[in-house]
């Protein structure tokens, strides 16, 4: 695949780190040559220095024959007009553009993305993407990282094993003797810095960090076994107000399961905004740092607190003053990937980085056969692959002891049907199945070859 990469930014460079490591053809463009250097140096691919907008910039990028061009620059307006001249000049059969103003996703406007008005195939949010990930934050407040699959009912937790984990020690086939009923299945393990897809034999051990797939009705079960306890998530303060910070307040004030919720904002003007367009949240002008402003916010009765400004050391700084003052869970976004190993010395629970959950809802749009979510794990150092079983691929009506999966390949979730089922080795991968996997990076070629369709289906 011939793939034109706007923007080599955090995201683009991440974009092209995927796919260049996939043997596509990535050409990455971008109006800073010390950016495009970067990423000719460190990836193979081909770079351009130019404004991504212009027609001859797109033509010497190679976009008479490309098959997608994915504009992630700073500017919306250059991604939307990247995408029109990629599509009124050259052709291009495939269109995303990552737009950040909520005034370009307005659903009263959605008509504007029509073929014959803008055409963009996919619109990513990264402000959007980013709420979501809080909230769901929010749902697993002792795991550091969840995402939902096999339309919404399977989760995947990311837990922190410390040393009262019951289980520790224990190999994990025996975990399907211990708790037969568990619908469960740990599909990766980080230990001394390193990733990989454990094998039925290995043990777990104090300072892991796991991933771990179960039934949503199971989770709570799931985290005793694992030794955490699943708290109400009732009082919520919410650092910032901005576009990220008004849509948690929104969609926790949409809850079935009322939540209290109080938001400190900095700036008078975006305060004022936020408190006009919710309800029943407080919203309360100051700095998010002020002890006494958090002290009048309760944050010691709090059960979490989403620090979601602008600013990382503000997220960070906030996030440890509520944790001294007795908040027992907090989130913070974070921009700088850097600053991830910080995170739990300074005793934050979990952090939100916009770019990785940018990366993971563009990989969602560019895998191959009938692929229905991708959610990027670390680093980028694996990937959640959720996708529809077709009659044309490899693993339809074996049994996934007879899957010649790569050893970095784990099958955490099926679902037959409506019903979701924890895999085992005589399990029989039907057509129609939707499976959810974890693959380490290098291994994800090898498993969108068992997922490829034939050309019919394209």
Known sequence: MKVIICGAGQVGWQIARHLSGENNDVTV?????????????????QGIAGFASYPDVLDRAGARDADMVIAATYSDEV???TCQVAHS????PRKIARLRSQSYLNVVYSDLYRRDHLPIDVVISPELEVAEAALKRLSA??????????????????LLLEED??????????LTDLFSTLRAVVVGVRRGGSLFAPEPGDQLFAGDEIYVFTVVEDVGRTMEVFGKTQGKQERTIIIGGGNVGLMVAQRLESRARKMRSKMIERDRATAEKAAEALERTIVLNGDGLDAAL?????????DAILAVTDDDKTNMLASVRAKSNGCPLAIALINDPTLAPLMSPLGIDAFINPRATTVSSILRHIRHGRVRGVYSVGDAEAEIIEAEVLSTSPIAGQQVRDIDFPEGVLIGAIMKRDEVIKPTGGTRINEGDVIAMFCMAADVPEVERLLQVSIDFF
């Open 89 to 92: 000049v050259f052709s291009v």
């Open 294 to 302: 958090l002290v009048e916010a309760g944050v010691e009765r709090a």
């Open 29 to 45: 463009v971008d109006n800073n040559p010390e950016l495009v250097r970067r990423a000719t140096d460190t990836l193979d691919v």
């Open 165 to 174: 984990c019951p289980v520790l020690n224990t190999p994990l086939r025996q």
């Open 79 to 81: 991604n939307m007009v």
């Open 141 to 158: 407040p002792r795991a550091f990282d969840t995402e939902m699959f096999l339309d919404g009912k399977v989760q995947m937790l990311g």
